[in-house]
């Protein structure tokens, strides 16, 4: 069962912007920190930023400044703002659910991942 489904990638230039999301089932997205990741081909998969419960929000030294993470309770979305983009930042862009049972115990949920291409 698919339970996170990216939307929003495309084919943009160096320096525009792209914003995805990421819709989830309410019994996951609010037993968990969310993230995106990113993996481009050839590549291992990388975090890219996350946004937990409590409303801390991490980013990759790669991305900080011009990305941002934002959790919409309303509809169990999280989205990512992606500015300034530039051609390194291609790659297949994956939401992540993180749930922690206890300590040393956690499930992890994943989409099929959305295209993003930056070239010009």
């Known amino acids: 069962q698919v339970q996170l489904v990216e939307s929003g990638g495309g084919l943009v230039q160096p320096g525009g912007s792209l914003r995805l999301s990421c819709a989830a089932s309410g019994s996951i997205f609010s037993r968990s920190t969310m993230g995106w990741y990113r993996q481009a081909p050839g590549k291992q998969r990388e975090l890219v930023a996350t946004?937990?419960?409590?409303?801390?929000?991490d980013y990759a030294d790669s991305v900080k400044g011009r990305f941002t993470i934002s959790r919409h309770n309303a509809n169990n979305t999280v989205s990512l703002q992606m500015n300034s983009l530039k051609p390194e930042d291609t790659a297949v862009y994956y939401c992540?659910?993180?749930?922690?049972?206890?300590?040393?115990?956690?499930?992890?949920?994943w989409g099929r991942g959305t295209q993003v291409s930056v070239s010009s």
């Open positions: 946004a937990a419960l409590n409303g801390i929000t």
């Open positions: 992540n659910a993180h749930r922690s049972w206890a300590v040393r115990t956690a499930s992890d949920y």
